[in-house]
């Protein structure tokens, strides 16, 4: 069963741009993971960053927390956020259409 991800960042004040481009190097290398199917930031109105990923299965995802390319956007985000992640993990609960009733 796939799992969806979001995942909050919260950048140090005037640093939010420099955040998101500050991800990109980690996002290029987490797509090339075995069972990313979906990480994408998104500009989030409150002035967050919000990674929005999708997950094979538990196990990628828990292999995916581990590897080296989590470390690789970690390391190149330390100095730009005021706090860890906000993560949360979430199932789907299919409604409506195959196509539209989940990510």
Not at 13 to 39: F, N, S
Not at 53 to 75: F, P, Q, T, Y
Request: with cysteine; glycine share 8%; proline share 4%.
């Amino acid at each position: 069963m796939t799992v969806v991800v979001t995942a909050v960042f919260h950048p140090k004040p005037g640093k939010k741009q420099e955040l998101a481009e500050a991800m990109h190097r980690g996002i290029a290398a987490v797509h090339g993971e075995r069972g990313c199917e979906l990480y994408a930031i998104h500009d989030a109105e409150d002035g967050t960053i919000t990674m929005i990923e999708k997950w094979s299965s538990v196990e990628a995802l828990d292999a995916h927390g581990e590897g080296d390319e989590v470390a690789i956007l970690r390391e190149d985000i330390a100095d730009l956020i005021e706090k860890p992640a906000t993560v949360t993990r979430m199932t789907p609960i299919a409604a409506g259409t195959e196509a539209q009733g989940q990510l």
